[in-house]
């Protein structure tokens, strides 16, 4: 599986972070549970006066981490990062920088759009996303409280928008609500992805992990599944095949 959405350098001060996490990532390493992690942070956290010095120690918290974890498996890390943004209209136009939000030097942007998917809706933003080769996914979705009509989630998907599951969401970790959303949404083939989003290496162990793919595959299918957890975030980490999703 490759997680196009994690977030365990979210809550930590980044002075701290490697040994401790590197610990629990040992245990995690053995039972191979992630081939390539895009480890991201929520833009929610960044104040905007200090945006690029901080997504500059960002970055090189990341390349750290890499390296230390390059030695534990004894592998060379891709070194994949990127921002989980807050979407507001004004971002559309910053132009040129927008490419800076988007995931590994990619032209995919992961979005949180805090459950008004209606803001996205809007033709001349999409528009401008086609304008500028930017392709939009849309994160856990299945934990929005309103709008989440299988219509709606259809429109955006044929205008090019993609969709992200949180791995938590199916366990009932984000409530019942997110639980049957996701089920919903899984039924009716609206994900391009599944991610951990998680903050912590602890809570995603193989028996854990076995049992949500094994739920996943009894509602869409092994292929599709491997499609959304391996096929489609190598799309992103290899930066090709794009054009595949046309918006």
Known sequence: MIDINNKIFNFYDPSKIMESELESLQNSLSENIFTDSIYTISEKYIPEREKTYLL????????NFNFEKSKIINKEENNLSGIEVIFRKELINYNQEIQDFCLVDSNFMLIDVFDNIQIIMSDNILDEFKNQNIIPIIAHPERFNK???????????????????SLGSLDGSFGEDAKLNSINLLENDIYDFIASDTVNY??????????????????????????????????????????????
């Open 56 to 63: 500059n120690q960002f970055n090189n918290l990341v390349t």
């Open 147 to 165: 709008n989440t009509e299988i219509s709606k989630f259809e429109k955006l998907k044929n205008d090019g928008v993609l969709f992200q599951m």
């Open 202 to 247: 602890d809570n995603l162990n193989q028996s854990y992990l076995e049992k949500i793919l094994d739920d996943l595959s009894e509602i869409i299918g092994h292929s599709k599944l491997d499609e959304i957890i391996y096929k489609n975030p190598l799309n992103i980490i290899d930066h090709k095949n794009s054009n595949n999703y046309q918006i």
